[in-house]
């Protein structure tokens, strides 16, 4: 119990996190197949082993909540404090993380339709990235807080789309967030206790997880390298999103390259970890 706890914990911090999966977490921690097993097959199985999975996943949920309620005090804290730096480190998440979800194409070229795909993620971001600059709108959290019934399905919406990444190695939930401009709006609400809107998140995480996460499984199986080149799409025209400028002062220099190395350090350290434990298989 105490293992699945933990693993839930670091599974929460990690979807906090933009560029990190919780899904690769998960792999490393060795609790991604029980993982999948319970979500994808709980409806269909026998009462015994709902029970089973009932549990594990209670287990998990419980590290997660933990997790998260935890970290989310940090990252808004270093974002506020030090939102240059901070900014830095997530780059330097993104940036490495890019080869890592390379790994998992079936062909090591990109065919006419591979480029076609990326060429679309990168536009549908930009075209995100664009329509915030006219609204007006920010990554970071809002002061005013208006829950309208269009912001509620908005929540709901990227609870689903964070919750469907939970569970897919090499695709962060948290990146996500931080795409559609929801990212530091939602880590306010978890860090001042609003029910209703960290709700209206978690409703659209489960609903993610139960259903968005197989549609997603679907695509990878059937159009894996097309859906990956998708993504990295996205991910590239997001570093647009998420750059913070530069400030022209040694101190301020020396933080950004450190933090941004520091960011491509521990991408690289769970790759090592995660080759490590496909070795011992």
Sequence with gaps: MIKNVISGAFIGIANIIPGVSGGTVALLLGVYEKLTEAIGEFLTASKKDKIKFIK??????????????????????????????????????????????????????????GKIWLILGVLIMLSFVLLQFLLGSSSEATTIYHLTPIYGVK?????????GAMVIPGISGSLLLVMIGEYYNILGFVNDRMLIPVGLVGLGAIIGIIGFAKIIDKLLKSHKDNTLY??????????????????????????????????????????????SQDANK
């Design 56 to 113: 594990f996943l209670a287990q998990i949920f419980l590290g997660a909540i933990i997790g998260l309620l935890a970290f989310a005090k940090i990252i808004g804290f270093l974002y506020s404090n030090y939102h240059e730096g901070t900014s830095f480190f997530f780059l330097g998440l993104i940036v490495a993380s890019l080869p890592q979800v390379l790994t998992h194409r079936e062909s090591k070229k990109i065919d006419s339709k």
């Design 155 to 163: 929540l709901v919406l990227a609870g689903a789309l964070a919750g």
């Design 230 to 275: 998708f993504i990295i799409g996205l991910i590239v025209a997001s570093l647009l999103e998420i750059w913070p400028g530069f400030t022209l002062t040694i101190q301020d220099t020396v933080i950004n390259l450190v933090t941004f190395i520091t960011g491509i350090y521990i991408v690289k350290l769970m790759s090592k970890l995660q080759g």
